[in-house]
């Protein structure tokens, strides 16, 4: 059964950088896209980007700017990293898998909350 | 971008009711769409893919259904544990969109 696990601080100061790492167990890294998807407190999900096992990412193009997302195949995991955080960025960060030929995500983390407060 | 829209945002119901919920694409998303269940403090959770096909262990009284620009997710017989919210989600770019959300609750 996959399971994937995010880790990292629950909070970070003002225009610092936000850094998660989304541990992936039992599941192949190829052929599927590892995604990261927020959820602000009370509302919707926004889908923020994916990576392929090759390193091919695509991002939101309101985040671009500030996101960075990576993989370790040696470590199984990959990596969220999203620079110049404000309030705004306060949210519950889930780390999730997209099965290609499906075009849907089919396993998620149980996601962390991510302060963004001094 | 594509941009997806959903209707209603709330939707009042009772056990055994069939409940019907719209999504909407800003352009064809073709058959590029996914329908999740969340529930309070939990993970969504995938019902539908690729417009149709319903994912393995989910219900078969969640069924949807659309192309191009306009997808329905429909529960046949609304059961007790299928109060949350459905959010709809377009895989059809490189650059992937949820829909605002839909909550059902208790009439």
């Known amino acids: 059964q996959v399971q994937l696990r995010e880790s990292g601080p629950g909070l970070v100061k003002p225009s610092e950088t936000l850094s998660l790492t989304c541990g992936v167990y039992?599941?192949?890294?190829?052929?599927?896209?590892w995604s990261w998807v927020r959820q602000p407190p009370g509302k919707g999900l926004e889908w923020i980007g994916e990576?392929?096992?090759?390193?091919?990412?695509n991002y939101n193009p309101s985040l671009k700017s500030r996101v960075t997302i990576s993989i370790d195949l040696s470590k199984n995991h990959f990596s969220l990293r999203l620079n110049s955080v404000t309030a705004a960025d306060t949210a519950v960060y889930y780390c999730?898998?997209?099965?290609?030929?499906?075009?849907?995500?089919?396993?998620w983390g149980q996601g962390t909350l991510v302060t963004a407060s001094s | 971008d594509i941009q997806m829209t959903q209707s209603p945002s709330t939707l009042s119901a009772s056990v055994g009711d069939r409940v019907t919920i719209t999504c909407r694409a800003s352009?064809?998303?073709?058959?590029?769409l996914a329908w999740y269940q969340q529930k309070p403090g939990k993970a969504p959770k995938l019902l539908i893919y690729?417009?149709?096909s319903l994912e393995s262990g989910v219900p078969s009284r969640f069924s949807g259904s659309g192309s191009g620009t306009e997808f329905t997710l429909t529960i046949s017989g609304l059961q007790p544990d299928d109060f949350a919210t459905y959010y709809c989600?377009?895989?059809?770019?490189?650059?992937?969109?949820f829909g605002p959300g839909t909550k059902v609750d208790i009439k």
């Open positions: 999730a898998r997209v099965y290609g030929a499906k075009g849907g995500i089919d396993y």
């Open positions: 039992d599941a192949s890294f190829s052929g599927v896209y």
């Open positions: 990576i392929t096992y090759s390193g091919r990412t």
């Open positions: 352009q064809s998303v073709s058959n590029w």
């Open positions: 690729k417009a149709s």
């Open positions: 989600q377009q895989f059809n770019t490189d650059s992937q969109t």
